[in-house]
């Protein structure tokens, strides 16, 4: 015989329990983003972030920090098969112009004496000068040619390592590359910072410490600024 099996009524049957509802906030794909832009852009900023972290501290006791600048001179006389390729040039340098550049076998020369590039320099012209205003990140430095007689005179002068850090975190003098460098890394900090705060907030129900500390953080700079600066 077939064994008989006992039926259940439609009504008696159990319920099935509705699926869960799934929570609504920030979906996965964009958590896993934060995530990603948060890590890629730490790691570019992290060297960055270092020096300026560093040179903030130095620029903030800049004058505690003492350093004696190295001032090294030199003096030539250029050959006059050199000095008479100044002889076209102008006279002055005419205000709201773009000075006119140094003739190259002038340049040449100069560079070849002294071991300085004058790539992108911006003379200054007088009538019995050439002067080459030569800044650089941590010093300074200065090419005059004597039109008339041919006498050079170069100065360097070398303020040390700190104060180079301290113009790159300027970016004093450091060229058109370092400056995009320093876009570029204010762009990454930024996402690194809002990928941070939006970290945060995902997190935050899990830590409740977390929105205390950033209300400090937003806190103490305004009553610095409001209260204890004059």
Known sequence: ????????????????????????????????????????????????????????????????????????????????????????SPTATESGETPAPVPAPVSRWLSDQLGVSLTGRVPEWSELELYIPLPRAGGDGWIAVDRETGDVVHEDTDRGWIAYLNDLHKGRDTGAAWSWFIDIFAVACVVFCVTGLLLLQLHARKRRSTWPIVGAGVVIPLFLLVFLMH
Do not use: Y
């Not at 006992?6 to 609504?24: F, G, M, N, S």
């Open 1 to 88: 015989m077939k064994p008989q099996f006992d039926q259940i009524h439609p009504a008696e049957a159990p319920l099935k329990r509705p699926a869960k509802a799934r929570k609504k906030g920030i979906p996965a794909f964009w958590k896993r983003q934060f995530h990603t832009w948060h890590w890629m852009s730490s790691a570019i900023c992290l060297v960055g972030m270092v020096l300026f972290a560093i040179t903030g501290i130095t620029l903030n006791h800049a004058g505690s920090i003492e350093a004696e600048p190295v001032i090294e001179s030199n003096e030539l006389v250029m050959p006059a098969d050199v000095l008479a390729a100044l002889d076209g």
